[in-house]
T-cell receptor, first 116, second 110 residues
Framework: DAGITQSPRYKITETGRQVTLMCHQTWSHSYMFWYRQDLGHGLRLIYYSAAADITDKGEVPDGYVVSRSKTENFPLTLESATRSQTSVYFC???????????????FGPGTRLTVL | DAKTTQPPSMDCAEGRAANLPCNHSTISGNEYVYWYRQIHSQGPQYIIHGLKNNETNEMASLIITEDRKSSTLILPHATLRDTAVYYCIVRVLNDYKLSFGAGTTVTVRA
């Protein structure tokens, strides 16, 4: 019962290659999120999904593609990786924000991506 | 347009209470105060949240002033494992957004 997992945990790739980061959650949460964290910028939202087959852009979506065919999975793809996408990527999940006062996002352990 | 202000860093002694302040002077009536922490190289971890009443759970206590313009997160007996960056976040009711600022780097010293 891992909750929310990310794979791989570490990835080194080269400029121009396609990379997919995986996120899996076992809570049946409707919402899922991808953030990136860089020194000096804190956590920034890349994309989010409110349900299967529903995705929307966050603050920094350029260069990334997401899909959500199943509720439990939310992969993030860098179609042509650039050095500026070197970062730590965190996936998160939550119930609907309409849950009112009980709303909480739960984060995965992160994927450290290096683009050479 | 930062909604919260936190000191950049603070130290506390192991075994003592750690009191982390947060200013949110422009908070609205439908906004909650959330606290997360991030231990080095890990994902952010939810600690506690509240609207206007004080809250307590197994990790911490949250004290919100009567005018709701500031709050304090209290770690009752800090341990070395509590060394982390602590984020105070204001979240609008029914909105998914959690905006993480720079947080407070808390170092617990033996």
């Amino acid at each position: 019962d891992a909750g929310i997992t990310q794979s791989p945990r570490y990835k080194i790739t080269e400029t121009g290659r396609q990379v997919t980061l995986m996120c899996h959650q076992t809570w049946s949460h409707s919402y899922m999120f991808w953030y990136r964290q860089d020194l000096g910028h804190g956590l920034r939202l890349i994309y989010y999904s409110a349900a299967a087959d529903i995705t929307d852009k966050g603050e920094v979506p350029d260069g990334y593609v997401v899909s959500r065919s199943k509720t439990e999975n939310f992969p993030l793809t860098l179609e042509s990786a650039t050095r500026s996408q070197t970062s730590v990527y965190f996936c998160a999940s939550s119930d609907s924000p309409l849950a009112g006062g009980k709303y909480t996002q739960y984060f995965g352990p992160g994927t450290r991506l290096t683009v050479l | 347009d930062a909604k919260t202000t936190q000191p950049p860093s603070m130290d506390c002694a192991e075994g003592r209470a750690a009191n982390l302040p947060c200013n949110h002077s422009t908070i609205s009536g439908n906004e909650y105060v959330y606290w997360y922490r991030q231990i080095h190289s890990q994902g952010p971890q939810y600690i506690i949240h509240g609207l206007k009443n004080n809250e307590t759970n197994e990790m911490a206590s949250l004290i919100i002033t009567e005018d709701r313009k500031s709050s304090t997160l209290i770690l009752p007996h800090a341990t070395l494992r509590d060394t982390a960056v602590y984020y105070c976040i204001v979240r609008v009711l029914n909105d998914y957004k959690l905006s993480f600022g720079a947080g407070t780097t808390v170092t617990v010293r033996a």
